[in-house]
């Protein structure tokens, strides 16, 4: 006979616990633990029919092939992927409401329904308003199989009968299994839900592509064992009020992570952009001050992104450090180093940096840009036109190389700047046609640069 079982799962990290703790004793979160009641069977658990026996092998002898990838016909969402649908390949992807994820699988799905069998499980929508937001985006449903269904039992039977390639769930959150008494979007039933169809889709070699709801911090909902799960793991980024979406592989078992995907938001649906280095340069009709040009590396995919910078006298006794898609924890150290090694003071006033176009940025190359912005916006004195810059500063006022120097050089010279700042450790070995390369060692250096071409 049945009895139940009630445990403690932490939502942030998804640690189990035998009672409930204030405090979660994997990560340290507080009030993150969570109640779930499970039911233990006496007879052979529920996993066994999935859980098929292997044999121990050598490494050696383990054939080892390159994964074939079907590619969705949008090029932009192959580039995150890594080229292309893997086959058994498990794929989660988050973002806001509205923000357009329904939209942009729907569209992969009617895409790759010309080629090969796919299945939209629609459990937010009924199959009515996904016919009528196909029509709207002007996309061919004629082979595309749509299921309203959230019973886990009934989808995973769906999938064995119809063994489509693709298969969307739409989303994770509303599923629920009868094994469970939770409600649907409780933690034990996402982690059931995506344990069961994971398990399928590596036994079947189906393409599975979970949907998921974000918090209001904008992390995936549920336990963060449900992102160890899965293969790969995109975020939809950009503001819902603009018409451009980013698209951002933050875990990829099949290719890079960090890649980028630019799309724009049209009356037909998501359309990829060729150019997305035009996204993130402002145009300004002459040279303003506080804005800097940065060549920065999402993936394999080089962006020229404008950095501005708004220093201004502050009125308050503890002036305000803000920064808006770049590390804000960075700017204090870099107007430290400022004012320690280069003489600039900005001890009063208000310091405000912004990355243009909504990109959020994280790596260390952004901080020579920061630095160079902030000092053009304080002598209120524009930089020299059609020049750009790279490189981390260290707390000791030290210049450090950017990886993929090259390839971030070129795609400024493809654009037509023609003079750069970077760190000497990444000056190209030959000179590349346009571009007039600057390589500094040290803060002091950079400025020095500025003196000379006449600016700052």
């Known amino acids: 006979m049945a009895r139940a079982r009630s445990s403690f799962v932490c939502a942030d990290c998804g640690a189990v616990s035998a009672k409930w703790e204030?405090?979660?004793?994997?990560?340290?979160?507080?009030?993150?633990?969570?109640?779930?009641?499970?039911?233990?069977?006496?007879?052979?658990?529920?996993?066994?029919?999935?859980?098929?026996?292997?044999?121990?092998?050598r490494l050696a002898d383990i054939e080892a092939r390159e994964q074939a990838r079907t590619p969705t016909g949008l090029d932009e969402f192959d580039r995150v992927l890594g080229?292309?649908?893997?086959?058994?390949?498990?794929?989660?992807?988050?973002?806001?409401?509205?923000?357009?994820?329904?939209?942009?699988?729907?569209?992969?799905?009617?895409?790759?329904?010309?080629?090969?069998?796919?299945?939209?499980?629609?459990?937010?929508?009924?199959?009515?308003?996904?016919?009528?937001?196909?029509?709207?985006?002007?996309?061919?449903?004629?082979?595309?199989?749509?299921?309203?269904?959230?019973?886990?039992?009934?989808?995973?039977?769906?999938?064995?009968?119809?063994q489509p390639a693709v298969a969307v769930i739409d989303s994770i959150q509303t599923l629920y299994s009868g094994e469970l008494t939770a409600a649907p979007g409780s933690v034990s039933q996402v982690r059931e839900c995506a344990a069961q169809l994971t398990r399928t889709a590596k036994q079947t070699g189906i393409t599975l592509v979970f949907?998921?709801?974000?918090?209001?911090?904008?992390?995936?909902?549920?336990?963060?064992?449900?992102?160890?799960?899965v293969d790969t793991v995109l975020y939809f980024e950009g503001d819902t009020h603009s018409s451009f979406r980013l698209v951002r592989a933050i875990k990829n078992r099949f290719g890079?992570?960090?890649?980028?995907?630019?799309?724009?938001?049209?009356?037909?649906?998501?359309?990829?952009?060729?150019?997305?280095?035009?996204?993130?340069?402002?145009?300004?009709?002459?040279?303003?001050?506080?804005?800097?040009?940065?060549?920065?590396?999402?993936?394999t995919r080089p962006l020229l992104v404008e950095i501005q910078a708004l220093v201004d006298a502050s009125h308050a006794p503890n002036p305000r450090r803000l920064s808006v898609g770049l590390e804000g924890s960075r700017l204090a150290m870099l107007l430290a180093v400022l004012h320690r090694h280069a003489g600039v003071a900005s001890h009063d006033q208000d310091v405000f940096v912004n990355a243009v176009g909504g990109v959020r940025i994280t790596e260390p190359a952004a901080d020579l840009p920061v630095a160079l912005a902030i000092l053009s916006s304080m002598r209120n004195q524009a930089l020299p036109e059609g020049m750009l810059a790279f490189g981390e500063v260290g707390l000791a006022g030290e210049v450090r190389p950017a990886p993929r120097g090259q390839e971030r050089l070129r795609e400024a010279a493809k654009l037509g700047f023609s003079s750069a700042i970077i760190p000497r450790a990444n000056q190209p070995r030959q000179p590349i046609e346009g571009l007039r390369i600057h390589a500094v060692n040290r803060i002091e250096d950079a400025l020095a640069v500025l003196g000379r071409d006449g600016a700052c």
Not at 110 to 124: K, Q
Not at 143 to 151: G, K, N
């Open 211 to 229: 949907i998921g709801h974000v918090t209001k911090d904008g992390a995936l909902a549920g336990p963060r064992v449900l992102e160890h799960m």
């Open 83 to 162: 080229g292309g649908l893997v086959a058994g390949a498990v794929i989660l992807i988050g973002g806001d409401p509205g923000i357009g994820k329904s939209t942009l699988l729907l569209q992969t799905v009617a895409s790759l329904s010309g080629r090969v069998p796919v299945l939209y499980v629609t459990g937010e929508e009924s199959a009515e308003q996904v016919a009528l937001r196909a029509r709207r985006l002007g996309v061919a449903g004629d082979a595309v199989d749509v299921l309203a269904e959230i019973r886990l039992e009934h989808i995973t039977q769906a999938l064995l009968e119809h």
């Open 256 to 299: 890079a992570v960090n890649e980028l995907g630019v799309f724009a938001m049209t009356d037909r649906g998501l359309r990829g952009v060729n150019n997305p280095s035009a996204l993130f340069l402002a145009g300004h009709a002459k040279r303003v001050a506080g804005s800097c040009v940065m060549a920065t590396q999402e993936g």
């Open 22 to 57: 204030g405090r979660c004793a994997q990560c340290g979160a507080w009030n993150t633990l969570q109640e779930v009641l499970e039911t233990a069977r006496s007879d052979r658990h529920r996993f066994a029919p999935l859980a098929a026996s292997a044999p121990v092998q």
